[in-house]
């Protein structure tokens, strides 16, 4: 089975409301999508091509490579649709295999179970082929396959990122209460940045908000961070191809990018850990980390952007206090920030209203679980208060 240069379905997954960002990034890399959903995409290529998607897009969390659809009333059904594939052509009989699964299925009371059956088609055929079991267990560092089965209709895929896209790799120290890099890249492209103008960030904690506003400004994609992929531990894995692939993401890195990028947080630890992060990236020297009052960020003249990511009182922070900061950011943006866009990301629309300013805009996002927004602020000389 050939599924390098074999053209089929692939979905393409990312956190909801990241979708529209995904689908521009993917556009932009030369691809067709054949339809948009709420959480990915679809389009028609090769694993091959699934090399090149893994390595670019900042927006995404998985790429899926569709084997075959089929019908599957009940586990014995799947069993047997799944022992129909050659998979001895594509995992090898030594290696190792894990799978994940999205399951609806009134057979089936626990996605455990669609996993377990799905493991044992796929060593038996390989037994019954090799000689041999492959192993096979929950880690996701070797090759995977995705499940997904509702009602009676089933499709399985070669996942060919494994451990998720979303994470970037660079952020080796986390901090407290950290915005996925996936969803922070999206927060980037959903402001009014030219990439150019400059980029604060207020409170920016463990950075990676800066960071990655400093990864689009440089074009450098999350491929540059990361050597183990699943599509590596599929049979017929060339690796010229993988390192090709990653040549040209050197190559096209903007080493003269002149964006002015400045990230301040009153921690100091948060401000050692962004600045850690920020080196593992290669954006160091591009970004101006202090430590400071937010009320004292330094601000560029002209045009520009200001993005606050401030705590919303659900896991970190007291409500009454926070209440007073979201009324002080208000108060920075009005005096400090005319004639540039201000943006508050925030999971507590109560707080948001204390920051009192007109909002021009709400871009939609989920944090985890939780409903989130990203308020946009004109601030003009004289911006009035007003609830947003």
Known sequence: MEVFNTPSKIIITC????????????????????????????????????????LNLHCASQVLYSLATFRARNPEELYEALSRIAWEELIAFDGYVSVTSNVNNPTITTPLFANLKVKDAIADRIKAKKG????????????????????????VFLDTSGETLAKHGYRKHPGKAPMLEALAAGVVYAT???????FVNPMCGSGTLAI??????????PGLFRMNYAFMHILGY?????????????????????????????????????????????????????????????????PGVVVFNPEYGERMGVHTKLEATYARIGDFLKQRCAGKHGYVFTGNPDLAKKIGLHT???VEFYNGKLDCRLLEYEIYEGSRRAHP
Not at 132 to 150: F, I, N
Not at 192 to 198: E, H, I
Not at 266 to 282: C, D, H, P, Q, Y
């Open 360 to 362: 021009s805009r709400r």
């Open 15 to 54: 956190n909801r409301r990241l979708s529209s960002y995904l689908q521009a990034e993917v556009r932009q890399l030369g691809f067709d999508i054949k339809r948009g959903f709420a959480t990915g995409v679809e389009l028609f290529a090769t694993v091959s091509d699934c090399i090149r998607l893994n």
């Open 132 to 155: 041999l079991r492959p192993d096979s267990g929950p880690d996701q560092h070797k090759a995977v396959v995705h499940l997904y089965w509702q009602d009676d209709q089933a499709e």
């Open 238 to 302: 060339d690796e010229q191809v993988f390192f090709a692939e990653r040549r040209r993401l050197k190559e096209q890195v903007n080493k003269k990018a002149a964006a002015t990028i400045i990230a301040t947080d009153l921690s100091r630890e948060a401000v050692e850990i962004a600045r850690a992060n920020a080196k593992t990236a290669g954006v160091d020297q591009l970004i101006d980390f202090q430590v400071c009052d937010f009320a004292d960020t330094p601000f560029p003249e002209g």
């Open 212 to 221: 990655e506003a400093a990864l689009i400004a440089t074009n450098r994609k």
């Open 192 to 198: 009014k940045w030219d990439g150019q103008s400059p």
